[in-house]
């Protein structure tokens, strides 16, 4: 069998319309994904910058719908906030145990840094990012101004924060708070060489993945000798020698006690109608709200009296900012429902009595640390009341308050330690440039 080629004519060049019509599609398809991912840019904030603007401003995450008011309420009706926010957490009702860490003025740091990881890890599990990120920032706060605290326990909770912030994706937020956790196993006094190891450990993965070059070589540094003791000193909080109990009048205690019986008698009649026909109890819990307010205003209104210790005066402020704390909570419904009306359209009003409280507590304060005759201990009582208002700051219990001077302040009077052979072994400074913006600890191992 013979095969014969074909002496057919070679065929011309197929034409080349459709192959610029493809072009022309592809282009098009690519410029509109830019422009959608350029407004993107500038229409849609990251998660970071939500992130950012929701420091400023924490209470924007309240959500008055998921906060179940039969156990907000315990709050009015005596229960303390310590055991409260623990049993919230524990029953998984993460929004209510969120907003008592916002709102309550009396847990300890430590107390609050280790709850507020516990409901950043439930929101992490409930897909929400930004209440996630909000928690283990408000954390890393707690962790940083904590006193007295054990410098482990200390390391250990930035260490938590920053893989918190990690798992939550952001970057910034927990490189930033992983440096603070190796900034504490660096230079707080009193940590054995293992226990340094286990915080540079802990952050190690973090730092590696995150950190610039010199930021990694500082870390392998520090993980070939942990045994190094600096030279350096913790400080002894003497915060509490500063309160003194005040004499309350009977009247407070007899409305204290009736606000209370009205939150027992509202929680009573939610959970018996299922949250209907409350308006009686509802309105009773109002008025003994109201009556407290008008009384507790007036007991305020003295607290500068001469007649009074500074030590009183200071309790009596304190008192009043953690009242404050109540009305705000109130009136942004973070108890659930609505309960004082007229609350509701005061709150720039209820900020601003707060700003003022707050800044009447700095002078006092002031006042208070110049009452020690010891120029050594005054400068460690110092540097302790302004690291208090600082943590008071970056919690939103202190509105508009003067970061740049408390800063300042700060930054004198651990130089004034410096100079008395008794520096401070995490000293802190105000970064406001950074994002986030807030207190860091200063490294001190170059």
């Keep these: ?113 280790s709850e507020l990881l516990r409901v950043g890890r439930q929101f992490l599990a409930q897909k929400d990012q930004l209440r996630a990120v909000a928690a283990f920032e408000r954390a890393r706060a707690a962790a940083l101004f904590a006193l007295p605290m054990p410098p482990l326990e200390r390391g250990q909770l930035l260490a938590r924060a920053a893989d918190g912030l990690w798992q939550a994706g952001n970057g910034n937020g927990a490189l930033e708070t992983g440096l603070q956790a190796q900034h504490v196993a660096a230079q707080a006094a009193g940590l054995l060489p293992a226990q340094r190891g286990q915080i540079l450990q802990a952050v190690l993965p973090i730092l590696r993945s995150q950190g610039s070059p010199e930021q990694i070589q500082q870390l392998n540094e520090l993980l070939a000798a942990p045994g190094q003791t600096p030279e350096r000193v913790t400080p002894i909080s003497r915060l509490a020698q500063l309160r003194q109990e005040y004499p309350s009048p009977a009247l407070l205690t007899d409305l204290r006690n009736q606000r209370i019986e009205a939150a027992r008698m509202l929680i009573d009649r939610l959970l018996l109608t299922s949250g209907q026909d409350i308006d009686l109890e509802r309105a009773a819990l109002a008025d003994a709200l109201r009556a407290e307010d008008r009384l507790r205003t007036e007991i305020y209104g003295g607290w500068n009296d001469s007649a009074l210790q500074l030590a009183q005066r200071h309790e009596l402020l304190l008192d009043y900012r953690n009242w404050l704390l109540v009305k705000a909570q109130v009136a942004e419904g973070g108890f659930g429902l609505r309960l004082v009306e007229e609350w509701e359209g005061q709150q720039e009003a209820i900020r601003q009595s707060l ?46 308050a003067p970061l740049g001077e408390l800063s300042s302040q700060m930054e004198r009077t651990q130089a004034e330690l410096e100079r008395v052979n008794s520096p401070p072994d995490l000293p802190l400074f105000y970064d406001g440039g950074a994002s986030p913006a807030g207190f860091r600890i200063a490294r001190r191992y170059e």
Excluded: C
Excluded at 355 to 371: D, F, R
Excluded at 377 to 393: D, G, H, I, N
């Design 355 to 400: 700003g003022w409280v707050m800044g009447e507590m700095n002078a006092l304060l002031s006042a208070q640390v110049a009452e020690d005759p010891d120029p050594l201990s005054q400068a460690v009582l110092r540097l302790e009341t302004l690291q208090w208002l600082a943590f008071q700051a970056e919690l939103g219990f202190y509105p508009h």
């Design 1 to 113: 069998m013979t095969f014969r080629l074909s002496t057919e004519k070679t065929p011309s060049p197929p034409s080349r319309t459709w192959l610029q019509l493809l072009l022309w599609t592809g282009f098009l398809l690519s410029l509109l994904i830019g422009l959608l991912a350029l407004a993107g840019v500038y229409l849609l904030p990251d998660l970071e910058e939500e992130t950012a603007l929701v420091a400023t401003d924490p209470l924007l995450l309240v959500e008055p719908a998921r906060i179940p008011p039969h156990l907000a309420l315990l709050q009015l009706a005596g229960a303390e906030s310590d055991a409260l926010v623990r049993q919230a957490a524990t029953a998984g009702e993460s929004t209510l145990a969120y907003s008592i860490l916002l709102y309550d003025g009396t847990l300890t740091p430590s107390r609050q840094a």
